[in-house]
């Protein structure tokens, strides 16, 4: 089993900075080579990736609505994953979900993932 905890989100105004972070834990987790994710929904909309790590970090993806603005990194030591976000939209306000995927793939869709995080709400007023 992997447990996922997130923090950090909460209320901005346009172009302020938030970051996000996901602490995972469990004996799965150490176990593989596990890729880390942040996914986001926003009110009547699909849950649309946002960004993945590798353990290594030599393979990072971003959604293009965030290339130049957001930015995910993780500390394995801490066995945590962290997503800086700068010049925030409205457009970005959502709930973001840490996902962990139990291979060293970053994928772009949901069902790719195994184990989710319960979501930390981003709002961003204009």
């Known amino acids: 089993q992997v447990q996922l905890v997130e923090s950090g989100g909460g209320l901005v105004q346009a172009g302020g900075s938030l970051r996000l972070s996901c602490a995972a834990s469990?004996?799965?987790?150490?176990?593989?080579?596990?890729?880390l994710g942040w996914f986001r929904q926003a009110p009547g909309k699909e849950r649309e990736f946002v960004a993945a790590i590798n353990r290594s970090g030599d393979r990072i993806d971003y959604t293009d609505a965030v290339k130049g603005r957001f930015t995910i990194s993780r500390d394995n030591a801490k066995n945590t994953v962290y997503l800086q976000m700068n010049n925030l939209k409205p457009e970005d306000t959502a709930v973001y979900y840490c996902?962990?995927?139990?291979?060293?793939?970053?994928?772009?869709?949901?069902?790719?993932?195994?184990?989710w995080g319960q979501g930390t709400q981003v709002t961003v007023s204009s």
């Open positions: 469990g004996r799965t987790f150490n176990r593989y080579e596990t890729t």
């Open positions: 996902a962990a995927r139990l291979s060293r793939f970053p994928l772009r869709t949901a069902p790719d993932y195994d184990y």
